[in-house]
């Protein structure tokens, strides 16, 4: 199983942007999909992005779309959530997400997982 680490959460305010990090241990990363997530209390992890392994194709949740953007490294085995224009809704514990095969928006489907990092948007 590849191990995930994300790192570029914070705390900022409404607006702003941040860049989320994810590396992961191994090079079998670079041959499987990559996907971000969020989590808040109470709730059900929420689907955020995805990006197959080629990185010529993504996916984005509604909310998300037009101001978040994924992108990968294969050669660093690094995937990137750059997050622009942060609303008080994107406040969540972020993790990434890894699988072999195609993306899926579903989070059961995907087998790594990154032990997570807080955004908080204040206004």
């Known amino acids: 199983q590849v191990q995930l680490r994300e790192s570029g959460g914070g705390l900022v305010q409404a607006g702003d942007s941040l860049r989320l990090t994810c590396a992961a241990s191994e090079r079998t990363f670079a041959s499987g999909a990559a996907g971000w997530f969020r989590q808040t209390p109470g709730k059900e992890r929420e689907f955020v992005a995805a990006?197959?392994?080629?990185?010529?194709?993504?996916d984005y949740a509604d909310s998300v779309k037009g101001r978040f953007t994924i992108s990968r490294d294969n050669v660093a085995n690094t995937a990137y959530l750059q997050m622009n224009n942060l609303k008080l809704e994107d406040t969540a514990v972020y993790y990434c997400?890894?699988?072999?095969?195609?993306?899926?928006?579903?989070?059961?489907?995907?087998?790594?997982w990154g032990q997570g990092t807080q955004v908080t948007v204040s206004s």
């Open positions: 990006i197959t392994w080629t990185g010529r194709t993504t």
């Open positions: 997400a890894s699988k072999e095969g195609y993306y899926s928006p579903w989070h059961g489907d995907y087998t790594s």
